[in-house]
Nanobody, 120 residues
Framework: QVQLVESGGGLVQAGGSLRLSCAAS????????MGWYRQVPGNERELVAE???????NYADSVKGRFTISRDNAKNTVYLQMNDLKPEDGAVYYC??????????????WGQGTQVTVSA
């Protein structure tokens, strides 16, 4: 089991920055992949960025060059630094942890979400 707690959301003007944090209840070096997703009402949840236990990263095209995902294994925390925010970045942002067991069973855990609102 992994509990995830997001924080750092809020209201920001277009062009501004926010840093989201996702604190995990277990050591994140044992978690295969951690990622940030976002969802607006009426739309499907979409991948924003993800990072593997080895440090490889993957970003949605819409955020490349503006967002940076990072992890601090000592703090069991993953961050999403969001710069040059646009109104279309406004959404509820969710943290996700994917764990693959030694028997190849995949477990997925989600945080409760944090709201990001970007004013024009």
């Amino acid at each position: 089991q992994v509990q995830l707690v997001e924080s750092g959301g809020g209201l920001v003007q277009a062009g501004g920055s926010l840093r989201l944090s996702c604190a995990a209840s277990r050591r994140i070096f044992s978690i295969n992949t951690m990622g940030w997703y976002r969802q607006v009402p009426g739309n499907e949840r979409e991948l924003v960025a993800e990072i593997t236990s080895g440090g490889s990263t993957n970003y949605a095209d819409s955020v490349k060059g503006r967002f940076t995902i990072s992890r601090d294994n000592a703090k069991n925390t993953v961050y999403l630094q969001m710069n040059d925010l646009k109104p279309e970045d406004g959404a509820v942002y969710y943290c996700k942890a994917t764990v693959v067991s030694t028997t190849a069973v995949i477990f997925r855990y989600w945080g409760q979400g944090t709201q990001v609102t970007v004013s024009a």
